[in-house]
């Protein structure tokens, strides 16, 4: 393991689908992880095509920071990853974010938000991230002042 990637127990799966790949044959989160301990900066999301796809047109999932576990109340877009039609099973897709802080009963969440299409096989895939810890947030800090 790299020294910037995140330690075990910071960022948890909260759904069963965080485990078993999700389906990306309709709209719906496929996997959520919870911050727990330290709060986390996450460097990079990506989706792993487990199963081919050979739908018409492309899928796109949208990864969000959430406040709240399991609530869309309050989230932000941290970035989104579009698949094209035709990927084949082992191809990761993936995209690097800058400043996505997730702190503690927080989440990442991966949300389908253009399914599969065109009636071929909808595909699945695994999602995953490189975070590093955080241990200080300049905006809770009162006395920190960022410089001109």
Known sequence: MYTDQ????QLVPALAASVAPGSLGS????????????QVE?????????TA???????V?????????????GQSTLATL???????AGKVYYKD???????????IAFEVTTAAAGGGAAGA?????????????APNLSSMVASA
């Open 61 to 73: 999932v949208t990864v969000r920071n959430r406040p709240t576990v399991g609530s869309a109340s």
């Open 97 to 107: 974010v800058n400043q996505a802080i997730i702190v503690p009963g927080g989440s």
């Open 53 to 59: 796809t050979v739908s018409s047109g492309n899928i």
């Open 42 to 50: 996450i460097r990079r999301v990506a989706i792993a095509i487990s």
């Open 27 to 38: 709209t719906a989160v496929i996997s959520e992880h919870v911050c727990i301990g330290n």
């Open 82 to 88: 579009t698949i094209p039609t035709g990927v084949a």
């Open 125 to 137: 895939g695994v999602c995953g991230y490189i975070a590093q810890e955080d241990p200080e947030y």
């Open 6 to 9: 995140l330690g075990l127990g």
